[in-house]
């Protein structure tokens, strides 16, 4: 029973990994541009297919990931311009917003299946030896992953407190039109920050596609609960909750799954979201400032 | 029946269908500015309803479903207690909703909610028959000729259709129609004038739910099934696009809308030419049209293609206007 | 009957707002009279909006008390005080922007039969002969205020001023007795804010009362009877705006903000 437990908290920190690259792109874009962008999930979808097209032609899945990561990033960035950007600035209504995202994502998904077909797809197995931790066995793909999100994570942190650039991201995350006022380019900065975090979102959808047995063109949809449960949880807009949200949602998932139906792991995390916005939609981390953005 | 004639009940079917569920929705969202991306659960709601209503013990037929209850009830009562399953659904989805949290974060509450529920029924193989779902529900007209039966169901749901009309037309028209598109607008002006906005937002809720479960009760007794292939998040969306194709807070543009995504998308793609290393290819062609024209329209002409009309009062003169009127129509 | 209309429309006791450890409100007390004007006045951040907002129902107090007519209505919401008479516009007019200006009217009629559940089932049969009554008044009053030729236009098309105008027209329209006003010349010309202050003071010689929060130190000269500073969450002072000016604390107040 405890080796279980132990074996199931070690699963979870790895999902949390993946978890993670996703949650942290996810709310940073949230806090810099206010926009909750549901087709995060389809750009991981489209990451996944990217990447996986790249291993077909004889790259290394782990080549691949940044290769991939960097053009999701760079979509991004222009979906961000010339869709979301305008329909802001115009005064689209956030609830618009918000089904322009999920429109968006629709289509993109159906472009996916309708050029590669519905049939499951793999990046093969992984080569690699079984490292035994702690009495917790894991792949040498899942901790491969968790190192390079702990390094993606370590580096992002460097990015927010050291750099002017990092500076500038923070002042504009938490208030638009101080930053504005304080010279800041914001618009350039909107642009960087939904680079950095496009790339993590191409990333995590590598990183997911390697770690799952197949995967479809639903891949990015059934993957948005626990990165938005993981977000809220930690705090939307807060990229370090964002990654203690995600750790402990991977986890508790896969620790509900390993004592009931391996199903239940979707619902645990989806049951950690409902009851956050339903008690403290700020989540664990989020200021009150942050709370006030959150009502309407 | 020759096969034009069997296609034009379907077509009539799920047009009218389409329409009491478009009608609920725009009632929710287009008139009274309620964020429900869960819609579809409520016309689940009610078809599942209707199945296990009328359906028998499950150890029939074979016993190759499982679904609980099984009461085999006449079609009118398991339409009813559709209808009624689904305001109720309604109304618990939008308990969730008064917490006050932006827009935005309450949609995405409910596009998560919707993706569990589909997620769980299709899991949970004793509740309704899991991903298989429910089939076999009986047809109110089997017992009729064939051809006679498919004309009646299409009476049947014109008749709905008829009834819907005039109950939508109730709150979208008049001093209610105000006050909701009020609370659309701004919800803290319209409770600082003495609405109150809770129960306003719940009876709202009540009547689309209603509205999505008789939908989806009518829709199970044509199909003789239901699964959660039939109510994926996507189709809230298709559903809103007809709302917002056709004219968000219009009941006419709403109409309108359902006939362009119903018959000229839905139907339309299926007389393109199949190819057959892709046999689903059309369907996804339709996907990527209908999300197309959401963000198009949003883009575009967020107003749809039938506004909402400006109401005219010109005609009610209240007798002592008369100096009033005179003054206006000099100044 | 003296002592009737002595009593006055609005009465707060000790009224406390707490945000996480901030005080925003800590413990104010004042009272508003019949048929008078009242300001509110103090620095940014001195408060002022969080007692509106609190008093309007907007927000709940965090202790305290509030009286309207005699009756406690502490911790009431907004739509209950609206009811009773107590009615509040914001800082920037919000107007049901999809709605025209005469229908933004008609919508603030207090207790439409077409409202309610049999009005909605019977449809026009019942609510049909209420509304030449309500669209007369909501004409009436476009009228007073100089805006009957705007009556079809869509809210959202309409000027700041104009909007201000329907806010304030629309609480007129559910029969206010207290009118809650975030600074209402904000925004406003000087030729607009005299005519609205004019409207002011014109509606409270027909009986209303009204309690604002203004900037606009001239306004709240011209207009309001009694004045209460604030100052850091608490009152400072009260009085006539002529002597204010004069008291060392509140020229301190606002140097030091």
């Not at chain 1, 080569?127 to 370590?154: E, P, R, W, Y």
């Not at chain 3, 709605?99 to 039969?113: F, G, I, K, M, S």
Request: aromatic letters at 8%; one cysteine or more; hydrophobic letters at 50%.
């Amino acid at each position: 029973m405890l080796h279980t437990l132990i074996q199931a908290v070690g699963f979870g920190v790895a999902a949390g990994a993946v978890i993670a690259l996703g949650a942290v792109g996810f709310s940073v874009q949230f806090g810099i541009s206010n926009i909750l962008n549901i087709t995060y999930g389809a750009l991981m979808t489209l990451a996944a297919y990217l990447g996986l097209f790249l291993v077909d032609a004889g790259l290394s899945a782990w080549v691949a990931l940044p290769l991939v990561g960097i053009a999701v990033g760079v979509a991004s960035v222009l979906f961000h311009r010339g869709l979301l950007a305008p329909l802001v600035r115009r005064g689209t209504r956030s609830f618009a917003i918000v089904i322009v995202t999920v429109a968006a994502s629709i289509v993109l998904q159906y472009i996916i299946v309708a050029i590669v077909g519905p049939q499951a797809k793999t990046y093969g197995a992984q080569s690699g030896n079984t490292f035994h931790v702690l009495d917790v066995s894991l792949t040498t793909a899942q901790v491969t992953i968790i190192l390079l999100t702990v390094a993606l994570m370590l580096a992002l942190h460097l990015l927010l407190t050291r750099t002017t650039l990092g500076r500038a991201m923070r002042a504009t995350s938490s208030n638009r039109t101080l930053a504005q006022s304080c010279g800041i380019a914001t618009d350039r900065i909107s642009d960087l920050a939904w680079l950095i975090s496009g790339t993590l979102c191409g990333a995590a959808g590598v990183a997911l596609a390697i770690t799952v047995v197949s995967f479809d063109f639903t891949l990015g949809a059934i993957f948005l609960i626990p990165m938005i449960a993981a977000a809220v949880l930690g705090g939307i807009g807060q990229p370090y909750g964002a990654m203690v949200g995600a750790l402990v949602v991977g986890v508790a998932s896969e620790v509900a799954g390993a004592f009931s139906d391996p199903v239940y792991k979707d619902v645990v995390a989806f049951l950690i979201l409902i009851v956050m916005l339903l008690i403290r939609p700020r989540g664990l981390f989020g200021a009150a400032w942050s709370a006030r953005r959150l009502m309407a | 029946m020759g096969a034009w004639e069997f296609y034009a009940v379907v077509l009539l079917v799920y047009l009218g269908t389409n329409l009491l569920s478009v009608w609920g929705l725009n009632l929710q969202f287009g008139v009274s500015g309620v964020a429900n991306l869960a819609y579809i659960v409520m016309v689940a709601a009610g078809a599942y309803t209707y199945g296990v209503l009328t359906l028998g013990p499950d150890t029939g037929n074979g016993g190759f479903q499982h679904y609980v209850i099984g009461l085999s009830l006449p079609f009118p009562l398991a339409v009813v207690a559709a209808a009624t399953v689904g305001a109720v659904v309604g109304v618990l989805v939008g308990l969730t909703g008064l917490k006050r949290l932006r827009q935005d974060y309450q949609a995405m509450a409910m596009l998560v909610v919707s993706i569990m529920a589909a997620t769980v029924v299709s899991a949970d193989t004793g509740l309704l028959n899991g991903n298989e779902g429910l089939s076999l529900i009986p047809n109110p007209f089997a017992d009729l000729d064939p051809e006679l039966g498919r004309w009646a169901y299409v009476g049947v749901v014109v008749v709905a259709c008829a009834a819907g009309w005039i109950v939508l037309r109730r709150l979208t028209t008049g001093p209610m129609g105000r006050t909701l598109r009020a609370m659309r607008d701004d919800e803290y002006a319209a409770a600082a004038i003495g609405k109150d906005i809770v129960v306003l937002r719940l009876m709202v809720q009540a009547v689309g739910g209603a509205f999505a479960g008789l939908s989806g009760a009518l829709l199970a007794a044509f199909i003789g099934g239901w699964s959660p292939s039939a109510w994926a998040y996507t189709e809230t969306l298709a559903l809103l696009t007809a709302v917002i194709v056709g004219g968000m807070g219009s009941d006419r543009g709403a109409s309108v809308g359902t006939l362009v995504v119903t018959i000229l998308i839905l139907q339309g793609v299926q007389f393109l030419p199949q190819i057959p290393s892709h046999p689903g290819l059309t369907e996804d062609l339709g996907w990527i049209v209908l999300g197309s024209l959401v963000i198009l329209f949003i883009f575009l002409r967020p107003q749809g293609l039938l506004p909402e009309r400006r109401p005219s009062y010109a005609e009610t003169a209240d007798p002592g206007m008369a100096e009033v009127d005179a003054g206006r129509r000099d100044g | 009957m003296t002592a009737a209309r002595a009593k006055p429309i609005l009465e707060v006791e000790g009224l406390v707002k707490r945000y996480g450890g901030v005080h925003a409100v800590d413990g104010v007390s004042f009272s508003v009279e019949r048929a008078s004007i009242t300001g509110i006045i103090g620095p940014n951040g001195a408060g002022k909006s969080t007692v509106l907002g609190v008093v309007s129902g907007f927000l709940p107090p965090t202790s305290g008390r509030i009286r309207f007519d005699g009756d406690d209505v502490t911790g009431e919401p907004m739509h209950r005080l609206a009811r009773r008479g107590l009615v509040r516009t914001f800082q920037l007019a919000r107007v049901f922007g999809g709605l025209t200006a005469l229908e933004n009217l008609a919508v603030a009629a207090p207790r439409q039969r077409g409202e309610r559940t049999l009005g909605v089932l019977g449809g026009r049969w019942v609510w049909g002969t209420e509304e030449p009554g309500v669209v007369g008044r909501a004409r009436r009053l476009l009228h007073t205020f100089g805006m009957a030729a705007s009556e079809n236009e869509y809210a959202r098309n309409l000027s700041g001023g104009q909007r201000r105008a329907v806010e304030v027209m629309r609480a007129l329209m559910t029969g206010a007795r207290l009118l809650v006003l975030d600074e209402p010349m904000a925004g406003l010309s000087p030729a607009l804010s005299r005519q609205l202050e004019e409207a002011f003071l014109r509606l409270v010689e027909e009986g209303l009362s009204l309690l604002l929060v203004e900037h606009e130190l001239d306004t709240v000269e011209r207009i309001c009877g009694k004045v209460v500073v604030m100052a850091q969450g608490r009152v400072l002072s009260e009085g006539r705006m002529a002597e204010l000016r004069l008291r060392q604390e509140v020229q301190d107040a606002y140097v030091i903000g």
